[in-house]
């Protein structure tokens, strides 16, 4: 047998075949492993179709049977021809708002172009014939189009096309009318701050005075002899915010009434929606600590507001769902949620705030509200009852509490109900499957068609011997039991040492140890894994899905739990026969970047490596919004801002860090990676440190990923 029969023998009596070698490529430049879903689904409200956006047509489909019957618009035979990247159907579902050539601004934040789509005559006409819009809705009756424009409100009267200046005072980086300043944007999650009344006949909306917030400056470096400057509107803890008020327009009477939210100017308003009655807003008011929350109900004509519920917290109070408020269509309850008994359950309330009972409880976080069929008076949700780690579909009626759950196999299910709760369709994932989109009969749960397997990615991952999420626990210093996985190599040999990487984000809430498909970062890991490398994904305490208590122990002192947790861990692997205690690594991004230098500087000496991407490293650093809810303000906690700062512990770094970030970022600013790096400087600390001219906090744009996932690798093989 010759020297190459050998090789090839010895290859397949470790590996069991020939497993193609993941590259960097593959997953930043050629979506080798890329899943397919069903996206753009909008169920129509005659029960019986839904339709969606695939090769630039609007198609819609038969429910029962999952095929398709009509193409409502082809954006190649418009005129023009329309790459269209929406749609919104008005109410009566004869037109459809069709967006095309999005601008984004922030992470959520864009400008676009808009044209309306008559059905019956196939006729497409802009929206405006000036600049590009964004948010732009329907009302009620599909007459009008609201929109925002240059920070103020616009609507347009489609039966003659006429455009009606709502607001006339709006200019960057002083009056907003419509839409969110910068922390709402990025911390509250929403930019469409205009509300059309039930009726069609008002308009409610947001208008920020963002005059007193200090201005941070972006240089854009770019090609030109001389950089520009960028400059926005951005709070940092402890500094000056926007002020917010909620504003009506009558279109009849084109009069405006101001909201009377209080005397209180320091307040947020992360949320609004219109009661059941055309007359009625409902407005959810914070306090800046964000530990007392109000629920007014505001009439539309006289501004007059009545307090309708109080909450308050010792901690902070967390808006998980961007709608998590229901009010029932006889205008008599509502449906809201909160932690009152250490777990986010649903409770019922009559509208003047009494509490009538609650509906769901025990040890368990309800994670999503779907909705209410008031027919039957059923509420759907998922919820962690099963586990923290998976995701399961629920039913309870309102009026006996029965519940009935909906999903049955273990894993992850996130659920797109219909309008009128007769189908629904379930995105399902485990650890060891990408995702399964499958649509249901709601009544007998009946399984109607499986519209995506990804069972041809799934042989993709065996050709590439991906491994598989091996699940574990170990105890932090207090008892608590955490949990994590581990990848490991196919060849893994228990007799063996292996060096192993920790990645984590660690954040408030967050959640990286699921029973799901993928993760951040993975087909990086399993390249990894693939070089000899376990992987291990840990959650620390203060992240979500386990109750109150487990996520708001970090209150007033981000930073020091978690990475007590972060050395638990590394103490538990390094009991681990095949680990190798004198090879262990850390990284992480954003909070977990902060996380990772906070290890490698106030936890030195665990870890032998550590890699940072757009760290925080001194919450002072940070915005009002997302820090002080967590650490209060540095006027009244600054102990709780300094004393887990990486850059405080700059002296104390031991082993290989490199510390990675983007100028361009605007949420997390570059200004948190030069001062740790002057502190490391000053304190003679040597390190390696790349920045990324004019990228965001996501890091992407050309072959940015490619470089910087190649860059990481390369210092993993060198370093760990």
């Given at each position: ?294 629920i007014l109900h505001v009439n539309a004509s006289t501004g007059a507001s ?92 309102l009026n006996s509490n029965k519940k009935t759950k909906l999903s049955e ?138 109750g109150e208590n487990f996520k708001k122990l970090t209150y007033k002192q ?163």
């Open positions: 047998m010759n020297k190459l029969l050998i090789a090839v023998f010895f290859a397949f009596s470790i590996t069991g075949y020939a497993q193609k070698q993941i590259t960097v490529e593959d997953f930043t430049t050629k979506n080798t492993f890329s899943q397919k879903t069903v996206r753009g689904i909008n169920w129509m409200k005659d029960g019986k179709f839904y339709s969606t956006l695939e090769n630039n047509k609007v198609v819609k489909y038969n429910i029962t049977s999952g095929k398709p019957v009509e193409t409502l618009v082809d954006g190649s035979t418009l005129n023009p021809k329309i790459e269209i990247q929406d749609y919104l159907f008005s109410g009566d579902e004869k037109k459809l708002l069709l967006s095309t050539n999005f601008q984004s601004i922030y992470r959520r934040s864009f400008t676009a172009d808009y044209f309306v789509y008559d059905i019956a005559t196939k006729s497409v006409k802009a929206l405006s014939s000036k600049d590009k819009q964004s948010y732009a809705a329907f009302s009620g009756d599909g007459s009008k189009v609201a929109f925002v424009r240059e920070n103020n409100l616009f609507y347009v009267t489609l039966a003659d096309m006429q455009e009606v200046q709502v607001s006339t005072d709006g200019k960057f980086n002083h009056i907003i009318n419509g839409t969110t300043d910068w922390v709402y944007e990025e911390e509250f999650s929403f930019v469409d701050g205009f509300y059309w009344s039930p009726d069609g006949k008002k308009l409610a909306y947001y208008r920020f005075d963002e005059s007193a917030v200090r201005e941070y400056n972006l240089q854009r470096w770019g090609k030109t002899l001389y950089p520009t400057d960028y400059r926005f509107k951005y709070p940092k803890a402890g500094e000056a915010n926007s002020t917010v008020e909620i504003w009506f327009y009558d279109l009849a009477s084109k009069q405006k009434v101001k909201a009377d939210i209080g005397t209180e100017k320091d307040i947020y308003i992360p949320r609004v929606k219109w009661t059941a009655d055309a007359n009625v807003l409902s407005i959810r008011k914070l306090n800046r600590l964000q530990n007392n929350l109000d009545t307090v309708v519920l109080s909450e308050k917290s010792e901690t902070f109070i967390d808006l998980e769902f961007t709608d998590d408020l229901i009010y029932l269509n006889d205008g008599k309850q509502f449906i809201y949620t909160t932690e009152r008994d250490g777990f986010k359950h649903l409770y019922l309330y009559s509208i003047d705030g009494k509490l009538v009972k609650q509906i769901t409880s025990g040890k368990f976080e309800v994670s999503q509200i779907l909705g209410l069929d008031e027919k039957t008076k059923t509420l759907y949700y998922t919820s962690t009852e099963v586990s923290p780690l998976e995701r399961h579909f629920y039913s309870i009626s196999s273990a894993g992850g299910h996130t659920i797109n109900m219909s309008t009128d709760y007769q189908f629904y369709i379930d995105y399902f994932t485990t650890s060891a499957h990408p995702t399964v989109v499958s649509l249901y009969k709601t009544k007998g749960n009946a399984l109607l068609k499986v519209l995506e397997n990804n069972d041809a990615l799934a042989k993709v991952l065996d050709e590439y011997g991906f491994s598989a999420k091996e699940f574990f626990s170990f105890k932090t210093v207090e008892g608590t039991q955490l949990d994590g996985y581990m990848l490991k190599p196919k060849n893994f040999d228990a007799s063996k040492q292996y060096p192993v990487l920790v990645y984590q984000y660690s954040g408030p809430g967050s959640q990286n140890v699921s029973n799901a498909w993928g993760g951040s970062h993975f087909f990086f890991h399993q390249m990894l894994v693939q070089k000899g490398y376990i992987v291990a994904v840990i959650d620390s305490r203060g992240t979500g899905a386990r981000l930073g020091k739990y978690e990475l007590e947790d972060l050395i638990a861990g590394a103490k538990f692997f390094s009991t681990l026969e095949y680990v190798d205690d004198s090879r262990l690594g850390i990284w992480g991004w954003s909070y977990g970047g902060y996380m990772s230098s906070l290890a490698m500087t106030k936890g030195a000496g665990i870890f032998k490596m550590g890699i940072a991407v757009a760290p925080v490293t001194n919450w002072r650093f940070y915005d009002t919004v997302y820090t002080e809810r967590y650490l209060q303000t540095p006027q009244l906690n600054a102990s709780g801002y300094d004393d887990n700062s990486p850059s405080t512990y700059a002296d104390k770094l031991q082993g290989n860090f490199l510390l990675i970030h983007g100028t361009g970022d605007d949420n997390v600013h570059f200004q948190n990676s030069v001062v740790l790096q002057d502190a490391l400087v000053n304190a003679g600390k040597q390190f390696h440190s790349f920045y990324y001219p004019d990228k965001h906090h996501g890091i992407q744009g050309g072959k940015t990923k490619l470089h910087l996932y190649t860059m990481m690798m390369d210092y993993v093989l060198e370093n760990l």
